[in-house]
């Protein structure tokens, strides 16, 4: 094992962990009640929390594939089950190019595997279209954490297997073996630096999570959020899903102190960032929805942390009110790498709110927010919208040529008083209006807003 005296990199690492409907509320740094996340909130302790970081689309396949390029949904993966274009470079073909080496561990749900195909765990993803990732060892979708498969490789070293426990676990456990990996190559004078990206499905549904975790929640316990209405049938399956979901994100939590360890331990911590972050949020009975595809808050809001890397010294830490969207992942992680981030991607970099030297950039003055194409499941919006959200603390939202929703996030963080069909707040809404057209023109989506 190396230690924090050895030779660093030229180049800082960066890590990824990110799970899947992991709302940004649910955590404790958020002050949620019914969760314990240490290892988290010392993150964000010893980073930057983004408490304004939103999903830009609500919507696993979409969002994944605006993580990977900085670009806008509607031109990269619009949809559920819609492939990754092989063609369309990504933050990995970035890194590569700067000399890094990249890894992808867990769920990639990229490949447009459609569920009326067969199981999606048992799908192979060709090696063309693992995004550039040098190492791959994933799947393209799975529902079940204690059958989870796995595939990589290629040619005769091609393989795929089921993990032999629970799947947040065991994909930690691949993440810190490649970690040793690297620890061992440093000490042998390979100071190549490496980003690696380390996705789980949980706390995804369904809201199952090892004895140890699960034994400190039940429904009973759960205190629901005050904009959860008082509907029998709803407060049930909120309270019932919510334990469940609670155990999975403290399961995922102490996964992540393992990680944090693992990098102490190989004497990488003052040579990596960490960050850490979710593809969407769970509505869990909040306005009576459930799951995601909505604008509400439970749905978009997601965590977003920038942490490690030697923390303390020369790097801004607190909570910043900066709007972090979702294409701004990829070009935040060059800057941090000192890469300015290429043409194609759309995102703004803001590195610079973890580190002062970086060049400061016109921060946004509002998140754009979208659903292309509605997956027409159960629990699920089923109408195509448009929305942002302003860094004066507005929300609104529109169907096709009419408003649907609009909040004064400020006095109304609960979303309570939908203000979209309110005269007294027609210059609000105009303005709001005239900024969400801007945002279509200028990311060249299509979409038919109402004339104000």
């Known amino acids: 094992m190396s230690t924090a005296s050895s030779k660093t990199s030229k180049k800082p690492n960066v890590i990824w962990i990110f799970g899947d409907q992991h709302r940004g509320q649910a955590l404790g740094c958020s002050g949620d009640p019914n969760v314990h996340t240490p290892n988290i909130d010392n993150m964000a302790a010893s980073g930057v929390h983004f408490a304004n970081a939103v999903s830009g689309i609500p919507l696993c396949c979409p969002y994944r594939g605006s993580l990977l390029t900085g670009r806008y949904p509607h031109l990269v993966v619009p949809g559920h089950e819609h492939r990754l274009p092989p063609e369309q470079p990504t933050i990995a073909h970035v890194l590569n190019d700067a000399g890094y080496h990249t890894a992808y561990f867990g769920k990639w749900h990229l490949d447009g595997h459609h569920e009326r195909e067969g199981r999606a765990a048992h799908h192979t993803v060709p090696p063309n279209r693992r995004g550039g990732f040098q190492h791959w060892i994933g799947y393209e979708n799975n529902n079940s954490q204690w059958d989870c498969w796995v595939h990589g490789g290629e040619g005769e070293e091609a393989f795929h297997y089921r993990l032999p426990g629970y799947e947040t676990d065991e994909l930690t456990n691949l993440l810190i073996a490649y970690l040793d990996e690297q620890s061992k190559r440093k000490d042998e004078g390979n100071d190549r630096p490496f980003f690696a990206v ?52 403290e399961n995922w939590d102490w996964n992540i102190g393992r990680i944090l360890d693992a990098l102490q331990g190989c004497g990488l911590a003052d040579d990596t960032h960490v960050i850490f972050f979710s ?5 869990h009975g909040s ?5 995601k595809t909505c604008p509400w808050e439970e749905a978009i809001r997601v965590p977003m942390i920038i942490s490690g890397e030697k923390s303390f010294y020369g790097r801004r830490t607190g909570k910043s009110n900066v709007l972090f969207n979702h294409v701004d992942v990829a070009p935040t992680t060059l800057g941090l790498c000192g890469i300015d981030k290429p043409d194609w991607m759309q995102g703004t970099d803001l590195s610079s709110q973890r580190l002062p030297g970086r060049p400061a950039v016109s921060l946004p003055d509002s998140a754009y927010l979208q659903l292309v194409v509605p997956t027409g499941h159960g629990n699920s919006v089923d109408r195509a919208w448009r929305g942002i959200v302003t860094d004066d603390g507005w929300k609104y939202v529109c169907m096709e040529n009419t408003p649907w929703l609009m909040f004064n996030l400020k006095e109304d963080p609960y979303e309570q008083v939908n203000l979209a069909h309110n005269t007294v707040f027609a210059g609000e809404r105009k303005r709001l209006n005239d900024r969400l057209r ?15």
Do not use: C
């Open 198 to 249: 380390l996705s789980v499905q949980p706390p995804h549904d369904p809201y199952l999570a090892p004895e140890r975790f699960r034994q400190n929640h039940n429904a009973a316990g759960v205190q629901l959020r005050p904009n959860v209405p008082n509907v029998p049938r709803v407060q049930e399956q909120a309270r019932k899903e919510l334990a469940g979901y609670y155990a999975m994100i």
């Open 279 to 283: 593809d969407h949020g769970d509505m």
């Open 438 to 452: 801007q945002w279509v023109a200028d990311t060249g989506d299509r979409f038919d807003l109402p004339e104000l």
């Open 287 to 291: 306005h009576g929805q459930f799951r």
